[in-house]
């Protein structure tokens, strides 16, 4: 049973902090990992997807990727209220298919 | 836009009578996806087709079935909802080529079962 583990939070930080969201996975032949956004009571948003060891950058989103470690992290640097939601980590399984995380719950204060 | 749409967005049902959700894309991905979410769960996929293939997950109820007519279209069913079917059902599309497999969601339908 493949698995991909994220603390369910909530993760509280002020406006301007950095937020580490992390993320462990089961499956070592895992090639493919994704970060989506979560509002309550709206689907899933793709924001970051990582594929090689190390980091990669967009705008204030830093996906980090260590496979060795089988671990992914999300970085979100000067956070803003809007960005509180629930950030679900996401592992390419075979036939195309996502296993997701849980989630981890982001609440960002004023 | 290109896009993923879902109707309808909110449904309610009765107990016990079926139900069709539907799933239509402009982005003209041949992969297609159905997941089902409850609260403050992860979403859990249910089916999806690799072009015309069908891929049903094993712990899938026989409840829940899907049809995809065409490219652009695929549907699913509940053939007889209890009020444990009540959640979030997402659709979701990728396409073959693109790194990893990426997925877009479209915006969900809310099914609620009286």
């Known amino acids: 049973q493949k698995e991909v583990e994220q603390n369910s939070g909530p993760l509280s930080v002020p406006e301007g902090a950095i937020a580490s969201l992390n993320c462990t996975y089961s499956?070592?032949?895992?090639?493919?990992f994704f970060w989506y956004r979560q509002y309550s009571g709206k689907s899933p948003e793709l924001i970051m997807s990582?594929?090689?060891?190390g980091d990669k950058e967009d705008g204030r989103f830093t996906a980090q990727l260590n496979k060795a470690s089988q671990y992914v992290s999300l970085l979100i640097r000067d956070s803003q209220p809007s960005d509180s939601a629930t950030y679900l980590c996401?592992?390419?399984?075979?036939?195309?298919?996502?296993?997701f995380g849980k989630g981890t719950m982001l609440l960002v204060s004023p | 836009d290109a896009m993923v749409i879902q109707n309808p967005r909110y449904q309610v049902t009765q107990f016990g009578k079926p139900v069709t959700l539907s799933c239509s894309q402009t982005?003209?991905?041949?992969?297609m996806y159905w997941y089902q979410q409850k609260s403050s769960q992860a979403p859990k996929l249910l089916f999806h087709?690799?072009?015309?293939?069908?891929?049903n997950e094993a712990d899938t109820p026989d409840n829940f079935q899907s049809r995809r007519p065409n490219t652009s279209f695929c549907f699913l069913d509940i053939r007889s909802p209890g009020l444990g079917d009540a959640a979030m059902y997402l659709c979701?599309?990728?396409?073959?080529?693109?790194?990893?497999?990426?997925?877009?969601f479209g915006p969900g339908t809310r099914l609620t079962v009286t």
């Open positions: 979701a599309t990728s396409r073959e080529g693109i790194p990893g497999y990426e997925q877009y």
């Open positions: 499956d070592r032949g895992s090639q493919s």
């Open positions: 990582i594929y090689s060891n």
């Open positions: 996401a592992v390419m399984g075979g036939y195309s298919t996502l296993t």
């Open positions: 982005l003209n991905h041949n992969v």
């Open positions: 087709y690799y072009d015309k293939d069908f891929n």
